[in-house]
T-cell receptor, first 114, second 108 residues
């Protein structure tokens, strides 16, 4: 079974631009979560989608948005990029099979904002 | 915000047991305790979870106190490859919020 796939793996943008990151979950998983990881703030929860609906959202400004498609693939978008948005963005997919939540993470998209 | 408290760092000698504590004093009755670890810059990896009873799998053991306010992850024979950041999470289903974790360094 293929794992979680995130694209692109690396990207460089400049301040003020916007970026879209993509995440393909494990087949059969309907929940996709996004996290931002920086050296100073650690691993921070952005939002979680299930069946195309956002169920939870972390404490991030409105510049950070996401969506999920009917095939469970998800995208996140960051508009008006700031230097502080430089981070590793991780996507995780999950299912509740077995009654507990196991997150499967992708390798991440490393964004550098210049 | 994460509901757990962990020491920022710990060392362990290779071959010895690594005992990583976690405080989750505000955990509610239906919230599970999960442990994940992150090696270098890879995505976190699930280790184990529990509700009330102690649990063991091929990777680790999880000891949860009777009042469920704290737990300990035990790596019985730590190896150099166990050097990682270990995260303890007390959450229900889909709201998984990671704290700062414990950076475990296994030394030869």
């Amino acid at each position: 079974k293929a794992g979680v796939t995130q694209t692109p793996r690396y990207l460089i943008k400049t301040r003020g631009q916007q970026v879209t990151l993509s995440c393909s979950p494990i087949s059969g998983h309907r929940s996709v979560s996004w996290y931002q990881q920086t050296p100073g703030q650690g691993l921070q929860f952005l939002f979680e989608y299930f069946s195309e609906t956002q169920r939870n959202k972390g404490n991030f400004p409105g510049r950070f948005s996401g969506r999920q498609f009917s095939n469970s693939r998800s995208e996140m978008n960051v508009s008006t990029l700031e230097l502080g948005d430089s981070a590793l963005y991780l996507c995780a997919s999950s299912s509740l099979a077995g009654g507990f939540l196991e997150l499967f993470f992708g390798e991440g998209s490393r964004l550098t904002v210049l | 915000d994460a509901k757990t408290t962990q020491p920022p760092s710990m060392d362990c000698a290779e071959g010895r047991a690594a005992n990583l504590p976690c405080n989750h004093s505000t955990i509610s009755g239906n919230e599970y305790v999960y442990w994940y670890r992150q090696i270098h810059s890879q995505g976190p990896q699930y280790i184990i979870h529990g509700l009330k009873n102690n649990e063991t799998n091929e990777m680790a053991s999880l000891i949860i106190t009777e009042d469920r306010k704290s737990s300990t992850l035990i790596l019985p024979h730590a190896t150099l490859r166990d050097t990682a950041v270990y995260y303890c999470i007390a959450e229900l289903y889909n709201d998984m919020r990671f704290g700062a974790g414990t950076r475990l360094t296994v030394k030869p």
